[in-house]
């Protein structure tokens, strides 16, 4: 056999293994920094991060308008790029509303009361644009120009949803929010041992 048909076999048995190796799994989308890591929990945090990304429009596309007409990108007008911006807030509008349905089908179908839990999730989420006053202008709007509603939000809405409305009341919505650790100060409590019964 010549060299070359040799090197050709050797070829074809290292691909062939190959086609046979099953596809990699999808990988999943990470968690945002700082959201919880229940399905509920961070429906709870998009929702109160994405409301805070659409509560500075006003303020910062007057800003966003400038570096847009500054920094021109070439073949594309200035409204092309600034309609990018109404098309991103219409469709967080619509994300919104997905949350909102998402929660509220969760906090009906849970079998003990979540809305308190929710409401400290979206607090959290909103924290994320708690920066937003102190810093320059430029620069605000150079951080809301790059910001994007983190790939697990909707896809974890629809399906908290989806599995609310099925389920009803037997849907977990995921598990309690870490309680605040105790003081040092406090010892924990610990359960009384019972004595063993004295036989007869």
Same mark, same amino acid.
């Given at each position: 056999?010549? /060299?070359?048909?040799?090197?050709? *076999? %050797?070829?074809?048995?290292?691909?062939?293994?190959?086609?046979?190796?099953?596809?990699?799994?999808?990988?999943?989308?990470?968690?945002?920094?700082?959201?919880?890591?229940?399905?509920?929990?961070?429906? /709870?945090?998009?929702?109160?991060?994405? #409301?805070?990304?659409?509560?500075?429009?006003?303020?910062?596309?007057?800003?966003?308008?400038?570096?847009?007409?500054?920094?021109?990108?070439?073949?594309?007008?200035?409204?092309?790029? %600034?309609?990018?911006?109404?098309? %991103?807030?219409?469709?967080?509008?619509?994300?919104?509303?997905?949350?909102? !349905?998402?929660?509220?089908?969760?906090?009906?179908?849970?079998?003990?009361?979540?809305?308190?839990?929710?409401?400290?999730?979206?607090?959290?989420?909103?924290? #994320?644009?708690?920066? *937003?006053?102190?810093?320059?202008?430029? !620069? %605000?709007?150079?951080?809301?120009? $790059?910001?994007?509603?983190?790939?697990?939000?909707?896809?974890?809405?629809?399906?908290?949803?989806?599995?609310?409305?099925?389920?009803?009341? #037997?849907?977990?919505?995921?598990?309690?929010?870490?309680?605040?650790?105790? $003081?040092?100060?406090?010892?924990?409590?610990?359960?009384?041992?019972? *004595?063993? *019964?004295?036989? $007869?």
């Amino acid at each position: 056999m010549s /060299a070359l048909l040799f090197a050709l *076999a %050797l070829l074809a048995q290292d691909a062939a293994p190959a086609a046979t190796e099953p596809a990699p799994a999808p990988v999943e989308a990470p968690y945002p920094a700082g959201a919880p890591k229940d399905d509920y929990g961070l429906v /709870a945090w998009c929702h109160g991060a994405l #409301t805070g990304y659409l509560d500075l429009h006003d303020q910062v596309m007057p800003e966003v308008t400038r570096i847009e007409t500054t920094f021109r990108a070439p073949g594309r007008t200035i409204a092309d790029d %600034l309609q990018v911006y109404a098309d %991103l807030e219409k469709q967080g509008r619509k994300d919104l509303k997905l949350f909102a !349905r998402a929660m509220e089908a969760a906090e009906r179908a849970s079998l003990k009361p979540i809305n308190v839990r929710g409401g400290e999730a979206v607090k959290r989420g909103r924290a #994320t644009w708690a920066a *937003a006053p102190n810093l320059p202008k430029a !620069r %605000l709007a150079q951080e809301w120009m $790059s910001w994007t509603l983190p790939a697990r939000c909707g896809t974890t809405a629809k399906a908290l949803e989806t599995r609310a409305k099925l389920l009803g009341a #037997t849907v977990d919505a995921g598990a309690e929010m870490p309680a605040e650790p105790a $003081s040092p100060s406090e010892p924990p409590v610990e359960a009384p041992v019972e *004595a063993p *019964a004295n036989p $007869s």
